[in-house]
């Protein structure tokens, strides 16, 4: 039998952090659907927020509050900024090197809603990608690969493990305690910015078991993404560009951003999308990113991954401006937990980073937040379940499996058609007419010989219509016509 003290499934920040905060003396394994690096943290781009100081908390709280409409957990708001001094310095004092000037000291860089420059940032434009391999060199506990969970064992209010596919093949892992770290939503949209592993599976057993999700309806989709590639995971344009100085133009090179909110360009991403969104409908006219401001060296020193990444699908940067538009970025709420990642009724449950809803974003993530957010609750959880007692209870016997049944051979018409009807219906702009159509649809394929990850899949996605169904006004991320 395999038995675990600490289970983590998803080995992005939130997995791998929480993984660095528990002693090597625990057993503990940390598992991912495919590659380690497969994961939303390896695409972040922009930054990690910090708060500059002490007296800089008040105002990081604020922005965070005002980007999600005051609908934010305050003192969840108050922990991640008050601790992101804490593990700020931990993660620079166990020798995670961010960019500095010519005299060492860090770089700040400012996202769209941000009072000031607090955001730090690594490699120019991959931090996610830099945080992300510093943290797998630093992970002490074993990692597993190509461990798909399909179910949550739970009985009597308590979380035993998991079932899962590894290699292919059924196994049950079982542990006292088992940590939810498996991100957001990503592939039930069309146009998304995620990793192919953000599949959403794990909020959909949730739903099965009758597990609360918070906030489901306030999706964020961000404002500057290259959509026009045939590959799932669209190409990000990081808000770090806007924070910079780069503006959003229409064809004949106005910034009609200014007419949605004086903010412009630096406004919030649930404002700037859905300006974006309204002019390209109005107009049917693209929408560009402009960097032409921009002195060359200093542009390619500091975004060399962008300017990289579009060299080879023919852009030159600074000269050349790119068509965006808003795509799926971001998943606001998540598996309801409190502020130590515990989720209520189920002992030994935890949930952390983008897969968990503490209440820290309100209705609209402030951007960068989220590297933040994974390292601060991620810490908190690993103490948490350190300080905890113990108590011993045997494993029931766990019957029920779907091994095989994961999947079908009609799954991948049906989660096409899923994608597509989560971008039209539940995306930037959504009608009540539209949120009905595809709560039918969704019923209609959820009755369909489906397999097992599909079904999750379906879960997830009708608690995403339901909870946008019931917010009947606009707020944040959450905007009905
Ligand atoms: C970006 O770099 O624009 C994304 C950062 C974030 O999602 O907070």
């Known amino acids: 039998m395999k038995k675990y003290d600490v289970l983590i499934i998803g080995a992005g920040i939130a997995g791998l952090y929480a993984a660095m905060n528990l002693p090597k003396e625990k057993k503990v394994l940390v598992v991912c659907k495919d590659i380690p690096w497969e994961c939303n943290t390896f695409y972040a781009q922009g930054g990690m927020v910090t708060a500059l100081n002490e007296s800089d908390i ?63 940032h690594a490699g120019g434009d991959a931090t996610g990608r830099y ?34 596919l590894v290699n292919y093949r059924a196994e049950t892992i079982y542990a006292d305690d088992v940590i939810i770290a498996s991100g957001g939503v990503g592939s039930l949209y069309e146009y998304n910015t995620n990793s192919r592993t953000v599949s959403a599976d794990i909020h959909g057993i949730c739903v099965e078991k009758g597990i609360e999700l918070c906030d489901m309806e306030m999706m964020q989709f961000h404002p500057t993404v290259f959509v026009k590639t045939p590959f799932a995971r669209k190409l990000l344009l990081t808000e770090a560009l ?91 709420g998540g598996i309801k937990c409190d502020v130590d990642g515990c989720v209520e009724g189920i002992d030994g449950l935890y949930v952390v980073g983008e897969a968990s809803s503490t209440g820290v974003h309100g209705a609209n993530r402030l951007a960068s937040n989220s590297l933040l957010e994974g390292v601060v609750f991620a810490k908190r959880v690993a103490q948490h379940i350190l300080t905890k007692e113990s108590i011993e209870i045997s494993i029931p016997k766990f019957d029920k499996d779907y091994k095989n049944i994961v999947h079908h051979e009609n799954d991948e018409v049906y989660k096409k058609r899923l994608r597509k009807i989560m971008w039209d219906d ?56």
């Open 58 to 120: 008040p105002s990081h709280v604020e922005d965070t509050m005002a980007a999600g409409s005051y609908h934010n957990d305050e003192k969840a708001v108050e922990i991640l900024s008050k601790m992101s001094l804490e593990t700020t310095a931990d993660i620079l004092k166990r020798g995670m090197e961010f960019d500095v000037d010519e005299e060492g000291e860090l770089l700040y860089t400012k996202e769209a809603a941000h009072s000031t420059e607090r955001i730090i």
């Open 426 to 481: 539940m995306g930037v702009i959504r009608t009540k007419k539209g949120l009905l159509e595809a709560k039918n649809e969704i019923f209609d394929m959820k009755n369909r010989d489906i397999g097992r990850l599909l079904e999750l899949r379906l879960n997830t996605a009708s608690a995403i219509v339901e909870a946008a169904l019931k917010r009947k006004e606009s707020l944040g991320a959450h905007y009905i016509e």
């Open 242 to 332: 806007r924070g910079e100085g780069a503006h959003i133009v229409s064809e004949d090179g106005k910034r009609f951003l200014f007419d949605y909110d004086e903010r412009g360009e630096l406004a919030s991403r649930d404002i700037v999308s859905r300006a974006i969104f309204d002019y390209k409908r109005k107009t049917g006219e693209e929408v560009y990113l402009d960097f032409s401001m921009f002195e060359e060296a200093w542009f390619l020193k500091r975004f060399p991954n962008i300017s990289r990444t579009f060299e080879a699908i023919g852009y030159k940067f600074p000269q050349d401006r790119v068509p965006i538009s808003p795509a799926f970025h971001y998943a606001v």
């Open 131 to 164: 945080m992300h391999y510093f943290m797998m060199v630093q992970n002490e506990h074993q990692l597993q690969r190509n461990t798909l969970v399909y179910d949550l064992l739970i009985q009597n209010g308590k979380c035993f493990g998991v079932k899962a």
